[in-house]
């Protein structure tokens, strides 16, 4: 296995592994050089299967799909004979339907973040990938957290913040009212998480607020809340937290959503078609200094 770094921020490379078929040895060292890296690993030139990337998706934990169920407007994207594998794609099968959903995750966030239980890792698997375009950017909640003064640091360790579905739904162009189902919208994908977390893993402090899926800071009145995240969300996606992905064919990129937001760039027409698998984190608890 050989890693290298991709840039200050976060992210490791790994060539010269099969994940299908990992040992033990080496799926502990490729763990410790992704939480190394902040959080995020790409491991080019996999040879996944569905069953083989659900297989090796459950050595970092339980899954969505299997263990726990994906808010109802996300289970047409699931592959009915696997769903543990969720469809990211703009292509249609011959008779017009989605072979998967398209242009998903248009918008900074952290995956499942409305849930008591979020993602604690996603793995995209690149099966068809365009000849340019449909990058996808990483932020490190990590290193923006590190940033702060330690002021600010403190204030927002004692806070508090909604996360909800529905901010992404009502967001334009991020769903289709088509896709919406209303059981989503009744509660189970709202949660109240700290501002600031300990990961369970390093210790570390990492903001967790994503424009995605926060709705507002508890205890604040409307237009406080909105003023102080929108100053985390300008923070959080600084240049100097980033680490921008250009995909290749047979790449899988497996990140921390504990400790990263990601982004996916919408500009390309070409047929895309990934999977996504995703592991259920424990409730995030508040990080508390030493």
């Keep these: 296995m050989q890693c290298k ?62 263990d726990d169920h994906f808010q ?3 289970k047409p994207f699931l592959m009915p004979e696997v769903p ?3 469809r990211v794609s703009n292509k249609k099968s011959t008779s017009g339907e989605p072979l998967g959903r398209s242009r998903a995750g248009s918008y900074w966030h952290s995956d499942v973040s409305f849930r008591s239980h979020p993602a604690m890792a996603s793995l995209l ?45 009502n967001a ?39 424009e995605g899926f926060t709705s507002h800071l508890q205890g604040f009145d409307a237009a406080e809340s909105q003023m102080l995240l929108q100053f985390l969300y300008n923070h959080c996606t600084k240049q100097e937290f980033i680490y921008r992905h250009r995909w290749l064919q ?9 400790a990263t937001i990601h982004l996916a760039i919408q500009d390309y027409d070409a047929d895309r078609y990934m999977h996504r698998s995703t592991v259920i984190a424990k409730t995030p608890e508040a990080f508390v200094p030493d």
């Excluded at 083989?52 to 970092?60: D, K, N």
């Excluded at 047979?250 to 504990?258: C, E, F, G, Q, Y």
């Design 5 to 66: 770094p991709l840039s200050p921020a976060l992210g490791v490379e790994i060539t010269e592994v099969d994940v299908a078929n990992i040992n033990d040895a080496d799926f502990t060292e490729l763990r410790k050089q992704w939480n190394a890296a902040n959080g995020l690993a790409v491991i080019r030139g996999q040879r996944l299967t569905p069953q083989t990337q659900t297989e090796f998706s459950r050595r970092f934990g339980p899954l969505f799909g299997e």
């Design 84 to 86: 543990t594998i969720y």
């Design 72 to 74: 109802e407007s996300v």
């Design 250 to 258: 047979n790449d899988l990129l497996i990140w921390d959503n504990r």
């Design 172 to 210: 334009s162009g991020s769903y289709a009212a088509s896709d919406l189902v209303s059981e989503d919208f009744d509660g189970q994908n709202q949660y109240c998480h700290p501002v600031v977390i300990k990961h369970p893993d390093t210790g570390q402090a990492a903001l967790f607020v994503n």
């Design 125 to 169: 698997y690149g099966i068809e990938i365009p000849a340019f375009g449909g990058d996808t950017l990483f932020a490190s909640q990590i290193a923006a957290f590190n940033a702060l003064s330690p002021s600010m640091q403190q204030m927002l360790g004692s806070l508090s913040a909604v996360h909800d579905f529905r901010v992404a739904a």
